[in-house]
């Protein structure tokens, strides 16, 4: 679950840096990550958003959060070509969050990122239905 979201800086021409940082759990600490992003919108609508991890001065190690590691994170959000209402969204991750953590926990914390979509999918739908 995400704790904190900020923009660290922004550069321009949808290049930028952002700071996350995702709630821990009992037996967890929290992990964050420094990631340059950058954001592109082509000709047919497509968005395309890819992050990696970076170094930025403003964005320091946080005494109670684990600094993990994003090899590469994205969105490619396609429009439906028949119904301008409706839109592919896929993610890409591949993140080492770095600590002791298995693997399985690890892949539970991705799913969870992807449900994200789903969510905001019904939530999008419920609003648009008042």
Not at 2 to 10: D, F, N
Not at 122 to 128: E, F, G
């Given at each position: 679950m995400?704790?904190?979201?900020?923009?660290?800086?922004?550069i321009g021409s949808g290049l930028g840096y952002e700071y996350a940082r995702m709630k821990g759990s009992f037996i967890f600490s929290d992990r964050d990550f420094c990631t340059v992003r950058h954001r592109k919108e082509e000709e047919n609508g497509r968005i395309i958003i890819t992050a990696y991890s970076a170094e930025h001065p403003d964005c320091p190690k946080v005494k109670k959060a684990v600094r993990g590691t994003m090899h590469i994170f994205g969105y490619v959000i396609t429009p439906n070509s028949e119904d301008n209402q409706k839109c592919t969204a896929q993610l890409i991750v591949h993140?080492?969050?770095?600590?002791?953590?298995?693997g399985m926990i690890a892949n539970k914390v991705v799913e969870a990122n992807g449900k994200f979509l789903h969510k905001l999918n019904?939530?999008?739908?419920?609003?648009?239905e008042e």
């Open positions: 995400l704790k904190e979201a900020t923009i660290v800086e922004e993140a080492n969050l770095g600590g002791n953590i298995p019904k939530k999008l739908k419920a609003d648009s």
